[in-house]
C-alpha cells in the first residue's frame, strides 16, 4: 500500500513539483492553504507525512502545526517544513515541534527533499535543519 503524502503550500507551482516528485511512489494529496488541509484532516484522512509551507493565507504553517501539536490525533505525524524565511523562529521549529523531522529552506533541492521525505516514512531520520 502507497504512504500518504500531505502537500500544503499556496503556491501551484511548488504543489506541481512535489506532486510530479512524490506521486510515482505514494498517495499524494495537494492543498493550497492550512485551512484546506486541516478541512481534509477533519474528516479523519490520516497522512503518513505532511510537508508543508509556512507563509500561507487563511491557516498559515505555523497554526496548522499548533494544530497538530494540540491535536491527540495528528501529534505525531512527522512534518518537512518548506520555509522562504530564514528567521531564528523558522530554523528553530524542530525545538519547539516534536513531530516537525526536517526544515528546508525555499528555494530546496527536490533530490534532497525527496531523501529526506523517504528517510522519513521509513523511520531512518532524526530531525535536522537542512538549507
Known amino acids: ?7 500544503i503550500d499556496d503556491s501551484s ?3 506541481f513539483l512535489l506532486e510530479a516528485l512524490f506521486s510515482k511512489q505514494h498517495a499524494v494529496i495537494a492543498a493550497q492553504d492550512g485551512l484546506v488541509a486541516m478541512s ?4 479523519g484522512n490520516k497522512p503518513d507525512l505532511i510537508i508543508t509551507d509556512l ?8 497554526e ?3 494544530f497538530l501539536a494540540d491535536s491527540y490525533l495528528y501529534k505525531d ?13 523558522s530554523t ?3 525545538a519547539r515541534y516534536s513531530n516537525v523531522q526536517a526544515v528546508m529552506s525555499k ?5 534532497k527533499l525527496q531523501e529526506q521525505a523517504e528517510a522519513i516514512l521509513l523511520g531512518q531520520l532524526t530531525p535536522v535543519h537542512v538549507s
Do not use: E, H, Y
Not at 1 to 7: E, G, N
Not at 55 to 62: A, D, L, R, S
Not at 77 to 89: F, R, W
Not at 107 to 111: A, H, L
Open 13 to 15: 507551482p511548488i504543489r
Open 64 to 66: 496548522l502545526l499548533d
Open 92 to 94: 528553530n521549529l524542530t
Open 40 to 43: 481534509w484532516l477533519s474528516n
Open 1 to 7: 500500500m502507497k504512504k500518504k503524502i500531505l502537500i
Open 77 to 89: 505525524l512527522p512534518v518537512i517544513v518548506l520555509s522562504g524565511s530564514t528567521d531564528t523562529a
Open 107 to 111: 528555494p530546496f533541492d527536490p533530490q
Open 55 to 62: 507563509q500561507m493565507p487563511n491557516i498559515n504553517g505555523w
